[in-house]
């Protein structure tokens, strides 16, 4: 019960930002609670990256930083604060596809993660290599197709787009890629979606030691 509460409760907090950011966009675009509300979580989580990585300092400055924004939106305003919010959503969706397609460099993230839940062969080395390549293009593409979706029609599309039709695309992106996995390579163990989690929150394992576990000498790539 207790896992169960764990793993659903990601999805609620996910869903009722989604919800309470759609209605914002739509009746109070230009106020700093919305800001603040949309914002938040983007700034905390990478003032939190950097604060736990030791980077204190930057972590203090972009926090400070952000505060001062906002302050700031509130005494002067601005005309149109909308192509802020397109600004974070393509910083954000830009980051994770540079995340994904930097690690084909070396390890493909997908690889890493795949390592630590399943013992590879090389042929499912090779598709988690093709997997890590279509979780970046994935996130290039949402981010290119809400600049077009920005460009050519109403704010509040744009807003249901990012706030609502993001999710649901990863979503399906994500259970999609898991049932075509099995069908294509049967041979992967079937991992929990706890294992999964676990795999991701140790992402940053060093990449000679991932080589090290998965014992292999093929390129890499991983299962999501």
């Keep these: 019960m207790t896992m169960l509460l764990a793993l659903a409760a990601p999805f609620v907090l996910v869903a009722g930002y989604s919800l309470g950011a759609q ?6 675009p230009h106020s700093p ?4 509300f949309v914002l938040g979580p983007v700034v905390l989580g990478v003032a939190t990256g950097l604060w736990t ?12 930083a952000a505060g001062g924004g906002l302050g700031w939106l509130a005494w002067r305003g601005l005309p149109d604060i909308t192509p802020l919010y397109v600004a974070e959503y393509v910083t954000v969706y830009g980051a ?8 084909l460099r070396g390890t493909p993230l997908i690889t ?3 390592r630590s839940v399943h013992r590879l062969t090389p042929d499912m080395e090779r598709y988690t290599v093709r997997l890590t390549r279509a979780w970046a293009l994935y996130f290039a593409g949402m981010a290119l197709l809400s600049l077009l979706l920005f460009d050519l029609l109403p704010f509040g599309w744009w807003a249901l787009y990012a706030n ?7 979503g399906a992106f994500f259970l999609g890629e898991h049932v075509l996995r099995y069908r294509w390579h049967p041979e992967f163990d079937r ?14 394992e060093p990449p000679a030691a991932a080589s090290q576990e998965g014992g292999l ?5 991983s299962a999501r």
């Design 191 to 204: 991992a929990s979606v706890w294992a999964s989690v676990q795999a991701w929150r140790e992402r940053r």
């Design 164 to 170: 609502i039709g993001s999710p649901l695309a990863l």
């Design 53 to 64: 990585s030791g980077r204190r300092a930057l972590a203090l400055l972009l926090l400070a």
């Design 112 to 114: 890493r993660l795949a």
């Design 96 to 103: 994770m596809a540079w995340l994904f397609w930097r690690s």
């Design 217 to 221: 000498t093929q390129p890499p790539g």
């Design 33 to 36: 609670a919305t800001v603040a």
């Design 23 to 28: 209605w914002l966009m739509l009746h109070a």
